[in-house]
């Protein structure tokens, strides 16, 4: 994440009560000054003495973390509304976007690690997340001065050493190292390039340059080289120093690759990509990838159905060129046994094939409407059977299909007695 | 409270101020009733109300202002007339069918009581017309408050925006996931914001028409649970906000390979919030700007988006008329709006509109008196009145439109509707645009305007238009088009012109002229009418800022720029008068232009230079200096730069044909270009007599034409076979014996 300011030059010159409170550190110059002479590593808080909520408390839960025998340099960043932009890129050379937040610096001034502000706040936390890290730091600054001074193999396995004595998360935003990796070892012989040097953007580029023959390459829609896409991606995966979200993100571009030779092939079998979701989820099922697999993995797969109890369907229950089982909960709309108006209201403009409508009592199909199942229709007459218990699962299943991407197919779900 | 002279001014409806009375037909204040639902009311307001009977409520309250003297200094009459136009606009069955629900029954008559709170609703930009969204909105609040409101300006923005208004009704939101996006759950959300501290100092001081650009539009803006996300996620320095978009990555693939320009993009994460989805995963111009927009608007900061060609963009406000841009906002086309679509336009206009508060709240509440005297049937007093809610807001569209429906109805004719613009469009500084808009009621008796009224009254147009903001959101060539097409000859047309020119000239930051001169060239140079150009420009042209004049920098590229572009449309309609005022123009602006190149004259055609009316270049890009190519013409030399072509050639134009004895080419720069080139002569500017050619052309070429040679122009035309290539000349001098 990055910062980035404007060069406005008005200030607000407002003050709430209990704001403008500091804390007496050196600012970051004078910290990282400090920090060389003293070999420790500087700890800066990143705030805003005059719009920061709570600031009063932040700066002084600060004031007693300097008091805690912390082996570092405290340093500050008042980085107060109307401050120059070029001023603010000077003094921490970082983008980030929610403040409060604490950085650690090695004593030579190289990033080392970024906490969000609940851990900020904390600093019972920050403490010992920080203490944690710092014990890396000589060994930090050492290799990358080594990947800084050398070339080849040699500068990767370096610059990807010192990123491996950092969180991931952090690693990732040590940029002069990364390009230090994807520069001298563009081979991923080390395998760092594939940990460190490229997240998805860099990957799905080079995928992309696979797919098409090469760098010139012209192959288009089918013709193009998936087997070479998947080997690409395989050999990644071999890298055994791929873990957790990194090895997810190679995960996804498998998968992708996959997905892709299904949507071209005649047999359009999906079991590949839906192993390689699964394996994605496995791996980690709260993070963003595996989130994201478990979502695509019911998207499609063909024995899961979209259950839907809010009167209201929306992107998450399309599926785009292929049909899907819905099953939507009217229990709360069927009163009495009869003969009910089952409408889908569809609001936006994507076009949605609906047709198979079936009542369900229970899990069980009890009626089907009078029409044929082919046909596509957003209203149907249902019947509910006498002797329907009161306090039964009433649901009307339909199969659906969206075929407009761009549009998408969303609107209001209604079941009204004729 | 409104003061006495004015009130003296309202009740005597011979001092009007705009001179109406001498033009509109006077109407009969006759007492009849408006509404023939009021005939014979059968219940008092407050039964009315305890009743839900809402067309009953409307006759009493008629009944009841008929007998009182209607004025925003009576407060009881002001009471009165709030709530007859609560009902107006909303639409009093629709009213009593909602009140048919005996809990919705009480909130209304709880709100009939509250007219602060009326006050509130009616006078936040866009009030909500014949629908219920408005009050049920209002109705959700109240209850989920237990029937104390503790922040009625944020309850009435969030129903204008769920509930639009006359002019840009909302039926879109009916689209949308109720769980999703819920006015009850924002207002409780900036409220609890607000309780912990977390929203911009300026957030307190917020009147609802500014509260709309906060809590978001539900049709085009984010879902609830965004907002709850940016604010968590997304806490910068008050004034960062126009950079708050790039907090997510710039992304056209998502993690799982799919193009944001399709339908798998979100769908993994479709469930979270739009605003979670975006920040975590990444998006390109559309999601970022509503981050931006919606990450401002979290904290309490008013925000919008806007559209522009191929781009999503937005703006945030730090302060009460200060719109700044995000992701290359705040202009464009703005979904959030109360007035007009396109910003900036739109925002100035509500700026000043609204930007007195205490004056604005007065007008508002000379408004209701204007409709209530127009519901008692007294329309003369309610013009009046109309014209008193001017005069504390004047530049207030939705007052205006009144105010010309009523003179419309009242017969007015084209002289009062002259002398009217004339009055009311020097009103309209900093807001030019909208005093077009503003006229547009009246277009139909505009037409009856004799050309010298309408002459005046677009000059009065343009020169608020002149000094009003630019931007590439505004352009002025359709409005120059429907107003050119108003008159009724040519020598009106050319008056207008010349009016145009000269208003734009040395206003603003040249953008609006270098329009006008495009449109000025388009219009009447390509149109086969170059000399009335050449006379109305050269009219507006004494008048241009000249080189050793102070002009702002940027003000001065800009003007180049439109003489350029002017320049080259003047040399393919190839008109002599029209170039040679513009090249006039144009040096006079720059200075001098120093040539590229200089001739030798090692060798030189018999004769002598022949005085030259046009110069044509096949084509012209980003390097060509047309203010210089005139000069081409003459031994001093000039500049030239046909863009890349196959053929480029260039073509001079004598003042006269006569005897051809030959001319000189000198390349300019980049000499190996121009290898093979052939000239031509002709004498009726079609038909091309080759003269010779060469293979590889020198750098200064002088070709001798053979004895008799007559003609008027002579080309020179280089052949770069299958590979474009440019051509760039310092001297094309012909010269006749």
């Known amino acids: ?237 071999k890298n055994g120093k791929l873990k957790g ?70 992107t998450g229950e399309q599926t785009l060129g292929f049909e899907k089982d819905w099953h939507v909960d009217v229990s709360s709309s069927v009163t009495t046994p009869g003969t009910y108006l089952f409408s889908l209201k569809q609001m936006d403009g994507g076009k949605l094939i609906s047709r198979n409508y079936r009542l369900a009592v229970n899990g069980k199909v009890v009626s089907t409407p009078s029409i044929d199942p082919k046909t596509d229709t957003k209203v149907v007459e249902l019947t509910v059977p006498e002797g329907t218990p009161a306090n039964a699962k009433i649901e009307v299943w339909l199969t659906a299909e969206c075929r407009d991407g761009w549009m998408g197919c969303c609107g209001f779900i209604e079941m009204k007695k004729k | ?19 109406l009375m001498a033009v509109v037909p006077s109407v009969a204040e006759t007492g009849v009733v408006a509404d023939k639902a009021s005939a014979i009311p059968t219940l008092s307001v407050t039964q009315g109300i305890e009743q839900g009977d809402y067309e009953a409520v409307y006759a009493a309250l008629v009944l009841e202002l008929k007998g009182r003297t209607i004025s925003p200094a009576d407060a009881e009459s002001l009471r009165l007339a709030t709530l007859l136009e609560v009902i107006r606009v909303t639409g009093a069955d629709i009213m009593s069918k909602y009140a048919t629900d005996a809990d919705k029954r009480a909130f209304l008559a709880a709100f009939a009581k509250d007219t602060a709170w009326q006050e509130l609703y009616l006078g936040c930009g866009l009030v909500p017309y014949r629908t219920t969204v408005g009050i049920d909105v209002l109705y959700h609040i109240w209850k989920s408050e237990d029937g104390d409101v503790k922040n009625k300006p944020l309850a009435v923005a969030l129903a204008s925006v769920w509930g639009g208004g006359e002019t840009a009704p909302n039926p879109p939101i009916l689209k949308k996931d109720p769980t999703r996006y819920n006015p009850v759950w924002r207002y409780h959300f900036f409220q609890g914001q607000e309780a912990k501290g977390l929203m911009h100092p300026n957030y307190k001081n917020l009147q609802p028409w500014e509260l709309r650009f906060v809590v978001g539009i539900p049709y085009q803006d984010w879902d609830d649970g965004s907002y709850a996300y940016a604010a968590e996620n997304i806490n910068i320095p008050w004034d960062q906000y126009g950079q708050a978009c790039w907090s997510a990555i710039y992304t056209g693939t998502s993690r799982f390979g799919d193009t944001v320009q399709g339908g798998l993009y979100n769908l993994p994460y479709s469930m979270e919030s739009v605003g979670e989805t975006t920040h975590r995963n990444g998006g390109v111009c559309g999601a970022m700007s509503h981050l931006g927009a919606v990450a401002a608007m979290a904290h309490g900061i008013p925000a919008f988006t806007v559209g522009q060609p191929g781009h999503c963009a937005y703006g945030v406000r730090p302060e009460r008329g200060k719109w700044v841009g995000g992701f290359g906002g705040p202009d464009g086309g703005g979904q959030n709006y109360i007035f007009i679509q396109r910003y900036p336009t739109g925002y100035l206009l509500m700026e000043t509109v609204f930007g007195q508060d ?214 393919q309609a190839r008109s002599a008068p029209a170039f040679k005022t513009l090249v006039d123009a144009a040096l006079k602006a720059a200075g001098a232009i120093p040539p590229a190149g200089k001739l030798s004259l090692a060798d030189k055609p018999a004769g002598s230079p022949a005085p030259c009316a046009l110069f044509r270049s096949s084509s012209s890009c980003q390097w060509d200096t047309p203010a210089a190519h005139a000069a081409v013409m003459t031994l001093a030399g000039g500049k030239c730069h046909s863009d890349k072509e196959k053929a480029p050639s260039f073509i001079v134009e004598l003042e006269k044909p006569g005897e051809l004895a030959g001319c000189i080419i000198r390349k300019s720069g980049n000499t190996e270009r121009m290898k093979k080139a052939t000239v031509y002569t002709s004498a009726d500017g079609a038909t091309w007599m080759k003269k010779e050619m060469v293979q590889d052309m020198p750098t200064e070429w002088c070709v001798k034409f053979p004895a008799g040679t007559q003609g008027k122009w002579v080309k020179v035309e280089f052949d770069n076979g299958d590979a474009p290539q440019f051509a760039h000349l310092s001297h094309f001098v012909v010269y006749t014996k």
């Open chain 1, 1 to 237: 994440m990055k910062t980035s300011f404007l060069t406005l030059s008005f200030l607000l010159g407002f003050a709430l009560p209990g704001l403008s409170a500091t804390v007496p550190f050196p600012e970051v110059p004078a910290a990282l000054q400090q920090a060389k002479e003293q070999g420790k590593p500087a700890l800066i808080l990143w705030y805003g003495s005059d719009w920061v909520p709570q600031v009063d408390k932040l700066c002084n839960d600060w004031k007693a973390l300097s008091s805690s025998g912390m082996p570092v340099v405290l340093g500050q960043f008042d980085e107060k509304t109307g401050l120059d932009g070029e001023v603010r890129k000077k003094t921490l050379p970082l983008e980030r976007y929610n403040i409060p937040t604490a950085v650690l610096l090695a004593p030579d001034g190289s990033f080392m690690a970024t906490f969000p502000p609940e851990v900020t706040r904390d600093t019972a936390t920050l403490k010992r997340q920080v203490l944690s890290i710092i014990p890396s730091a000589p060994e930090f600054m050492k290799l990358s001065a080594k990947a800084r001074s050398s070339s080849g193999v040699a500068a990767a396995t370096a610059a990807g050493q010192a990123l491996d004595l950092l969180r991931v998360s952090d690693a990732l935003h040590c940029n002069d190292l990364r390009k230090i990796i994807n520069k001298q070892d563009p081979n991923d012989t080390t395998g760092y390039r594939s940990l460190y040097g490229m997240e998805h953007l860099d990957m799905y580029g080079e995928m992309d340059i696979i797919l098409k023959g090469g760098p010139d390459g012209k192959l288009k829609g089918k013709d193009r080289d998936f087997d070479a896409a998947e080997a690409f991606m395989r050999k990644a995966l």
């Open chain 2, 358 to 571: 205490a004056k604005v709240k007065e007008a508002y509440k000379v408004s209701m008196c204007a409709r209530a005297l127009e519901a008692v049937g007294k329309p003369v007093a309610a013009m009046s009145m109309w014209r008193a809610a001017l005069e504390l807001s004047p530049l207030h569209p939705f007052f205006r439109k009144e105010l010309h429906r009523m003179m419309m109805s009242g017969g007015l004719t084209p002289d009062a509707c002259f002398r009217y613009l004339m009055e009311a469009i020097p009103l309209y500084t900093g807001n030019g645009f909208a005093s077009v808009d503003m006229a547009q009621d009246l277009a139909p008796v505009m037409e009856r305007m004799s050309d010298e009224q309408k002459l005046q009254v677009y000059g009065k147009m343009h020169a608020m238009i002149a000094g009003t903001q630019s931007s590439w959101a505004t352009t002025c060539g359709e409005l120059l088009d429907a107003q050119h097409a108003t008159f009724s000859n040519d020598a009106a047309r050319e008056s207008y012109l010349s009016m145009a020119l000269s208003a734009h000239v040395n206003a603003g930051d040249g953008t609006t002229f270098g329009q006008v001169l495009e449109w000025a060239v388009k219009t009447f140079v390509q149109g086969g009418k170059a000399e009335a150009f050449g006379k109305a420009f050269a009219k507006a042209a004494d008048s241009a800022p000249s080189a050793a004049g102070d002009v702002d920098k940027d003000k001065a590229k800009k003007m180049q720029e439109a003489y350029s572009k002017a320049i080259v449309a003047a040399e």
């Open chain 2, 1 to 19: 409270m409104i003061d006495m002279s004015m009130r003296t001014g309202i009740l005597a409806i011979g001092t009007l101020s705009l001179g």
């Open chain 1, 245 to 314: 979200e990194r090895r997810q993100q190679w995960l996804a571009g498998l998968y992708y690759v996959q997905r892709l030779k299904m949507e071209n092939s005649a047999k359009k079998d999906r079991s590949a990509m839906l192993a390689t979701l699964k394996q994605i989820v496995d791996v980690d099922p709260n993070s963003e990838y595996g989130k994201g697999a478990a979502k695509f993995y019911h998207y499609w797969d063909p024995a899961s159905v979209h259950v839907i109890t809010r009167g209201y369907f929306d």
